[in-house]
């Protein structure tokens, strides 16, 4: 018996958000709306949006001494995490400068300030957690040294989800415990190199040869691919939604994929759970603040206007699987 649900390994950081008409080009100024500031970070963000659907979530990442270190503590407790793996100081709290244009696309920046500090003895000294954890969820805005730590330390039985973002080449070792990698076609191709081929089918072959078990890749509007070593390639459907900030639902979806695969359901049938839970998250603005409980998720089908929960052949709750294309994108 498990004690948590999942482990997220990862960043923290204070999102310092504006929007904007549109996104400047290199030497551009733009003006935009008042500053707003949020708890963010990729790590930070997964842990929220697992508990906020009902996982029992503890977060091991380092945040400075600091307000904005503060901010992301009150965050992770308000959604219910355990904070006991939160190490504080050593560094100012990460932060991401991020710009959001009318159609809900972002930019970011981040300054990974303490993200930089955790280490690979802090993953050491967080032993009980990973002994404790029925999953364990990673990005890259911590030391590859320390995501390298994070699978050495893996129980036994355990499963590891692994988000490479920032995308960088990655060792073996760590590709080889990811069951699933999840990446976007900007993280496949940097994973592949220069031969990537033109389809997420191509994506999917090359990305299996270098080592993980699965591979999910997220494809905006056209939903994502499902593809296992040992298995059938499956497309997974996108939800239809109105987008107005996609910032953090790409973390929404790892996190909710990682927290069902564990509960034993299919790699498909949590990517479509996880599918609808980034579809909410792109309807608010923000990145914690927009993610939603498990009955926010159950109500996705009356999201849309003109949407109607007794379309035939349409399930409802949240096994459903909306098939229509998506008017937003949650990567
Ligand atoms: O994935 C979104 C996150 O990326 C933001 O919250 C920001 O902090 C950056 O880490």
Same mark, same amino acid.
């Given at each position: ?6 482990l ?14 549109r ?11 008042? &500053?707003?500031?949020?708890p963010? =970070?990729?790590g +930070?963000?997964?842990?929220? !949006?697992? +508990? ?11 945040? =400075? ?7 992301? %503590?009150?965050?992770? /407790? ?11 100081? =050593? @560094? ?7 710009t959001?244009?009318p ?8 300054s ?5 500090? &955790? ?12 002994? !404790?954890? /029925?999953?364990?969820? !990673? ?20 499963? $590891?989800?692994l988000?490479?973002?920032p ?13 699933? #990698? ?19 089918e191509?994506?999917?072959?090359? #990305? ?10 997220? %494809?905006?509007?056209q939903?994502?691919?499902? @593809?296992? *070593? +040992?298995?059938? /390639? ?25 927290? /069902? ?14 599918? *609808? ?22 109500a %996705?089908?009356?999201? $849309?206007p ?21 008017? =937003?994108?949650?990567?």
């Open positions: 018996m498990y004690d948590y649900d999942l997220v390994v990862g960043s923290a950081n204070a999102d310092l958000v504006i929007g904007v008409e996104r400047p080009a290199a030497g551009e100024t733009v003006l935009g709306s008042d &500053l707003t500031v949020h963010g =970070g990729k +930070a963000n997964q842990a929220v !949006a697992a +508990a906020r659907l009902g996982a029992r979530t503890v977060l091991l990442a380092r945040v =400075g001494d600091d307000a904005y270190g503060r901010l992301l %503590l009150d965050s992770q /407790r308000a959604a219910g995490v355990d904070t006991v793996g939160v190490l504080v100081g =050593g @560094a100012p709290t990460g932060v991401a400068l991020i959001v244009d159609s809900g696309d972002n930019s970011i920046v981040v990974p300030g303490a993200n930089g500090r &955790l280490m690979p003895e802090d993953v050491r000294a967080a032993g009980s957690l990973f002994q !404790a954890s /029925r999953v364990v969820s !990673a990005q890259l805005e911590i030391p590859l040294e320390t995501v390298v730590e994070v699978v050495r330390n893996l129980a036994d039985g355990s499963r $590891f989800v988000n490479p973002s995308p960088r080449p990655l060792p073996r070792e760590v590709l080889a415990a990811c069951d699933p #990698l999840i990446v976007n076609e900007h993280e496949a191709r940097v994973l592949i190199g220069s031969g990537a081929g033109p389809e997420p191509d994506w999917a072959r090359d #990305l299996l040869a270098m080592g993980p078990s699965s591979v999910v890749i997220t %494809l905006g509007e939903g994502a691919l499902v @593809a296992q *070593r +040992a298995g059938a /390639r499956v497309r997974v459907p996108s939800v239809r939604v109105e987008a107005v900030d996609t910032t953090g639902a790409g973390d929404s979806f790892t996190a909710a994929l990682a927290w /069902r695969l564990g509960r034993g359901e299919s790699l498909a049938e949590a990517a479509a759970y996880a599918a *609808r839970v980034g579809a909410v998250a792109v309807t608010r603005h923000g990145a914690q603040e927009s993610f939603p409980t498990a009955e926010e998720v159950a %996705l089908c009356c999201a $849309f003109g949407d109607n929960p007794r379309t035939p052949g349409r399930k409802s709750g949240s096994e459903g699987l909306p098939g229509e294309p998506s008017r =937003g994108e949650f990567q």
